[in-house]
C-alpha cells in the first residue's frame, strides 16, 4: 500500500515535471521595455505549488533548475543553460523555486479540508497569486534590477503588464488543480 502511494506520486511529480516542460514550447511574447517576456511556463509552477506540496514541489522544481543548469532546453524558447541562471530573469526562476514551499506555508493560515494539499478555489487563487505579485516580481525584479542596471521600482512597475495575463493563468491553474485534488484521494 505504501509502496503503491510512493509509485503513484512519482508519477505524478514526473508528470507534472513534463507538464512544465511542454508549456516552455508556447512561444513567449516580448515586451520590449523589459527583457522580461510573457510565458506560459510559469501555469506550470503554479500547479507543482498548488498539487504537490512544499517538499515534492520544491524537489520537481529542483530538478527543473538543475535540468536548466546542465543546459537543457527546458525554458522557454528553448532556453537552457548556466548562464539564464544569473541572466536578467533569473530571479524568475529562483523565485519558481522558492514557489512550492511559499504556497504551502501560507496555506497554514487559511482553512483546509483535512488531508487535503491545497485550500478552496478561493483562498489557492489568492494565495498563488498573492505569491505571483509579491514574490516572483519581487525577486524578479530585484535581480533584473541589479543586472540591469536598472532602478527596482521601475524594474517592479514593469511586471505589472504581466498582471492580467497572469491572473487568467491562476485562474486556469487554480481551476485544474481543484478539479484534479477533488477526483485523486
Ligand atoms: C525565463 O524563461 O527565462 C523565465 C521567464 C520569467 C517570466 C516571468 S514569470 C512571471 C511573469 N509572468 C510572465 O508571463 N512573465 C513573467
Do not use: E
Amino acid at each position: 500500500m505504501m509502496q503503491h502511494s510512493k509509485v503513484r506520486n512519482l508519477t505524478m511529480d514526473a508528470v507534472f515535471l513534463a507538464l512544465l516542460i511542454v508549456f516552455a514550447m508556447v512561444p513567449a511574447i516580448p515586451l520590449g521595455f523589459i527583457p522580461v517576456p510573457i510565458v506560459l511556463q510559469n501555469v506550470g509552477v503554479m500547479l507543482i505549488s498548488l498539487l504537490l506540496g512544499a517538499r515534492r514541489g520544491t524537489a520537481v522544481m529542483a530538478v527543473f533548475v538543475i535540468m536548466i543548469a546542465l543546459g537543457l532546453s527546458v525554458l522557454t524558447g528553448g532556453h537552457g543553460g548556466l548562464a539564464i541562471l544569473a541572466g536578467p530573469t533569473a530571479g524568475y526562476i529562483w523565485a519558481w523555486l522558492l514557489q512550492p514551499a511559499g504556497f504551502a506555508l501560507l496555506a497554514r493560515f487559511v482553512p483546509k479540508t483535512d488531508g487535503a494539499v491545497m485550500p478552496n478555489f478561493f483562498f489557492s487563487f489568492a494565495l498563488i497569486f498573492i505569491l505571483d505579485f509579491f514574490m516572483v516580481f519581487g525577486l524578479g525584479s530585484a535581480w533584473l534590477a541589479h543586472v540591469a542596471h536598472m532602478d527596482f521600482i521601475k524594474a517592479y512597475l514593469g511586471n505589472m503588464a504581466f498582471v492580467p495575463g497572469d491572473l487568467i493563468k491562476v485562474f486556469l491553474a487554480t481551476t485544474v488543480a481543484t478539479a484534479i485534488q477533488s477526483r485523486v484521494k
